[in-house]
């Protein structure tokens, strides 16, 4: 039986919080620690990169823990309720660092990183063990991706209009002064960010636990192995699966991609293309509007015709053209000015393509990485949900942390930092801006292309794999009487 809307939507929630997250990492903390607080870029970009590093490592750790973690409760929901109170203090240290730290560039510097592992931490406590479920919750091959396609278009609505509606009323120009450049209005971003994490993550703790079957909770093909070298173990055990070796390689070149991408949006937004904030919030607003819908409504369909590994080929290509399409029309001067109604609208249209053909790939790499984990278990013999899940974003996390190390180190390279002004930005600076997102995106997305080629999984493929657990399963107990 299909999984209901309402579950569906309960677990979708968790999608929320994890997006308030990304939206402070990936929309503001970059501009915030850089042109507001007048951190160098390098620096700001290699702590970054330092936080999202201890995140990848993190990942595994959570998530083979949360494969041996049992109570009453099961394996994953206690390990999440933690993180709701560690998530809140994190974004609220994140926005607001003491004035003893701002006044001081090394200070500042160990804060962004202390509260970027902070945040990132308590994150991972959240989102690891919420993906681990999805193989307990459901077996069927499209309910997985159904499962993961609410989660996704939940956070990235959020993900989209939390930017866009912060932009709207808590960066907002003010007699005159660009809201964006304004530390004050980063401590309430803080603020409300801490709210809006407390709130959906309890939901969908609450919620998953209303609904999942709690024989579930438990399995006997749980790891046993104890101690650091049977964590290990396990970390290397999961790299049996050819599929899964070349899902790795695939995902991290996209990731990296994406990393870059993201490393310049904003900035890119302000400078090249000369959006002030509540324009910026119309592109995010319109974009989201469009992309999360119709990413949704292609996941549902295309889906159903095409196997996920088709799915991630297809789009990977899409993100691609959509990313550099727009640059070659300014540089020709085929665009009107910069402010006109079409370039808003075909910005705003360029934003919705990012949101679509990233959501698509993202539900289905996870929710073959579902698929994987009982491929996995016909290998091994064991269940390693947490593990499938933390080494796929340990892997994906490593290759989105060079996307902020990349983005300083080319800010300074290409000379745009806090010392210039949005309104008198060297031409010659701007085509370096434009050279730096194309070299930082498309040969990684082809390289990322090439593997999809390297591994699939279908749905015959998957009912095969479930069948022979369950003789398996069959002649255990057989062999038990």
Excluded at 257 to 277: H, K, L, P, R
Excluded at 400 to 421: E, K, N, R, T, W
């Amino acid at each position: 039986m299909s999984l209901s809307v309402r579950k569906r939507a309960i677990f979708g929630a968790g999608g929320i919080t994890f997006a308030t997250k990304e939206a402070a990492f990936s929309t503001f903390v970059l501009l915030y620690y850089t042109q507001v607080l007048g951190l160098s870029g390098t620096v700001t970009g290699l702590m970054l990169t330092i936080g999202v590093a201890w995140d990848a490592i993190s990942d595994p750790m959570v998530g083979m823990y949360s494969d041996r973690f049992s109570s009453r409760w099961g394996r994953r929901l206690p390990i999440m309720a933690v993180s709701v109170i560690l998530m809140p203090l994190g974004l609220i240290g994140l926005f607001s660092p003491p004035d003893f730290v701002a006044a001081n560039s090394t200070y500042l510097a160990i804060w962004l990183l202390g509260t970027s592992i902070w945040l990132r931490t308590a994150m991972t406590l959240f989102s690891i063990p919420q993906l681990a479920m999805v193989p307990e919750i459901t077996q069927d091959y499209h309910d997985r991706s159904q499962l993961l396609n609410v989660r996704a278009g939940l956070m990235y609505l959020t993900g989209g209009f939390l930017p866009a509606i912060s932009l709207y009323f808590l960066f907002s120009e003010t007699d005159g002064v660009e809201g964006l450049f304004v530390a004050e209005n980063y401590a309430h971003f803080g603020l409300m960010s801490a709210l809006i994490v407390v709130v959906f993550s309890v939901i969908t703790i609450r919620g998953i636990w209303g609904f999942i079957d709690k024989d579930k909770l438990q399995t006997t093909g749980a790891p046993h192995s104890s101690g650091m070298r049977g964590l290990i173990g396990d970390f290397f055990s999961t790299f049996h699966s050819a599929n899964f070796r070349n899902l790795l390689c695939y995902d991290m070149s996209a990731a990296a991609a994406y990393g870059a991408i993201y490393a310049f949006n904003v900035i890119a937004y302000t400078y090249y293309w000369e959006v002030d904030s509540d324009t910026l919030g119309t592109v995010f607003g319109v974009g989201v509007l469009i992309g999360v819908p119709a990413g949704m409504y292609a996941q549902k369909f295309i889906g159903r015709l095409w196997p996920k590994h088709q799915v991630i080929r297809y789009t990977l290509i899409a993100a691609m053209i959509n990313t550099v399409w727009l640059f070659p029309l300014r540089e020709l001067d085929v665009l009107p000015e910069n402010g006109h109604w079409l370039v808003v609208s075909l910005l705003a249209l360029q934003f919705g393509g990012l949101k679509c053909f990233l959501m698509m790939r993202v539900v289905s790499t996870f929710s073959l990485a579902a698929d994987l984990t009982d491929e996995l278990e016909l290998r091994t013999g064991t269940r390693q949900e947490g593990g499938i899940y933390s080494v796929l974003l340990f892997n994906a996390k490593l290759a989105h942390s060079i996307g902020p190390l990349y983005g300083g180190f080319a800010l300074d390279l290409i000379g745009l930092d806090s010392s210039v002004s949005v309104d008198a930005v060297p031409p010659e600076v701007l085509t370096g801006l434009v050279w730096a997102i194309v070299l930082g995106s498309v040969p990684l997305f082809m390289l990322s292309w090439l593997f999809t080629f390297r591994f699939s999984m279908t749905q015959e493929q998957l009912k095969e794999i479930h069948r022979n657990l369950k003789a398996r399963e069959h002649y255990s107990c057989a062999g038990q009487e």
